[in-house]
């Protein structure tokens, strides 16, 4: 088994849900893992392993949230695994690809959230569903964010004022789960 799947069912297998739509998820992406060989990059047509970041500023206030060009809505950071990668390697070059900080650490190394959600048909696309691998991330010193290319607009918002921009019950979990720690 490749190291980097065994290291993820790990995480996942010390993962403790919040709430019975977490506890689903995280079935559901073990269950991916289990059954299937080609769970990283985007090549399986089934679905692909997705490694998000709920990416805090250095005073545990806001959260740096995109407005996703493609799906239209605002999220969290994050996208595809590459082969060859870890998960948190992953969820670190998403969170700088997306934001263009640099200045950045993991407050801890366990999964802080898991989703699963279907990507609906595009293009030459078939629907599949991302099995969402969150980590909590924060930023170490003040650095200006660049909006990429994936994204209309990225904003830091403040914790309290994410109901405002979506009501996503994955990214409020999220909300809950930060308010609770901080």
Do not use: C
């Amino acid at each position: 088994m490749d190291r980097y799947k065994e290291e993820l069912l790990d995480l996942l297998s010390q993962y403790k849900p919040y709430d019975i739509n977490d506890k689903n998820s995280l079935k559901l992406t073990s269950a991916f893992l289990s059954s299937n060989e080609d769970v990283f990059g985007n090549t399986n047509s089934k679905g692909h392993i997705t490694a998000s970041i709920w990416l805090l500023d250095y005073h545990f206030e806001k959260v740096l949230m995109t407005h996703h060009k493609k799906l239209n809505k605002w999220l969290q950071l994050g996208g595809h695994t590459e082969i060859g990668e870890s998960i948190h390697e992953a969820a670190l070059r998403e969170a700088m690809e997306e934001s263009g900080l640099t200045k950045l650490e993991f407050l801890e190394r366990e999964i802080f959230d898991v989703d699963v959600h279907e990507i609906p048909e595009r293009k030459h696309l078939p629907a599949h569903f991302h099995y969402d691998v969150r980590f909590l991330i924060r930023q170490t010193a003040k650095e200006s964010i660049m909006i990429s290319d994936e994204s209309n607009d990225l904003k830091w918002i403040p914790i309290e004022e994410v109901l405002k921009l979506t009501n996503s019950p994955s990214v409020l979990r999220m909300v809950e789960k930060t308010t609770g720690k901080f």
